[in-house]
């Protein structure tokens, strides 16, 4: 089931729907680096390559922070 959370980008807000597995991987991602959940949605925002959605881009954030923690190398 998708999760619906709100944030405001670029003095905008918007809403992005992931799965809770998503959100919970981005979260943990979050809270290692020392930094709030929003912080890091902006950060992928901004830098998110053109035509590429910010829900996708947040779930490729997701699975190359999973992979490089299945490494050793978070």
């Given amino acids: 089931m998708l999760e619906k959370r709100s944030f405001t980008l670029a003095g905008h807000r918007t809403s992005v729907a992931l799965e809770a597995e998503f959100w919970a991987a981005l979260a943990a991602a979050a809270s290692r680096d020392g930094v709030t959940l929003a912080a890091l949605v902006a950060g992928i925002d901004a830098a998110r390559p053109p035509g ?8 490729v954030h997701a699975l190359r922070v999973h992979a490089l923690a299945v490494k050793g190398e978070s």
């Fill in 52 to 59: 590429r959605s910010l829900a996708s881009a947040l779930r």
